[in-house]
């Protein structure tokens, strides 16, 4: 599984480090991860060079228009902002996109316990 990080804070890369395991211990697929500014890494969401990105996204990012934002693992405001910690999939990849987005909901019940 090729996951590509945006420069997150360190608690966020703890935070999607643990997201990631889990959707490798539920796919048993092993993750490679690798970082780049978000521009680069959705950019090879899109060209199908990487299956997953995990960013701190705008809950009006223009990148919704061409990536599927699941529900966020954590919503967070900086000053008046919202930004949601959230992992990104490709348009068209329905299995998969319902797979992350039964591990988001799964992990978030889970840190709420």
Request: charged share 30%.
């Amino acid at each position: 599984m090729r996951v590509g990080f945006t420069d997150l804070t360190p608690a966020h890369e703890t935070r999607a480090r643990s997201f990631v395991a889990r959707l490798a211990a539920a796919t048993g697929a092993r993750a490679e991860i690798g970082r780049a500014p978000m521009e680069v890494q959705l950019g090879l969401l899109e060209d199908g060079e990487l299956d997953l990105v995990v960013g701190e996204f705008r809950p009006d990012t223009p990148w919704a228009s061409t990536v599927t934002i699941v529900e966020p693992l954590e919503t967070y405001s900086v000053g008046s902002r919202v930004f949601e910690l959230a992992p990104a999939a490709a348009y068209g990849e329905n299995r998969w996109i319902a797979l992350v987005e039964r591990e988001v909901r799964d992990s978030r019940a889970e840190r709420r316990r």
